[in-house]
């Protein structure tokens, strides 16, 4: 979900960025808010790496 940023400077109007560890991955998007002129709104996700949460987060892969 996007949420609302105090930031009152902007630099670049949309962003999107990733971070790679070794046990996570953080992803975030930044955008312009419609509702407040000069504003954004943000959403930051965070993703396991490691193989045993990977194999438990969804459907397993067919593998031929």
Do not use: F, H
Request: charged share 25%; net charge negative.
């Amino acid at each position: 979900m996007l949420a609302k940023t105090q930031d009152n400077e902007e630099i670049i109007e949309r962003v999107a960025a990733c971070g790679i560890g070794k046990a996570e991955l953080v992803c975030c998007v930044r955008v312009p808010d419609e509702d407040r002129p000069g504003r954004g709104l943000q959403e930051v996700q965070s993703y396991p790496t490691m193989t045993r949460a990977l194999l438990s987060s969804g459907p397993s892969p067919t593998w031929s």
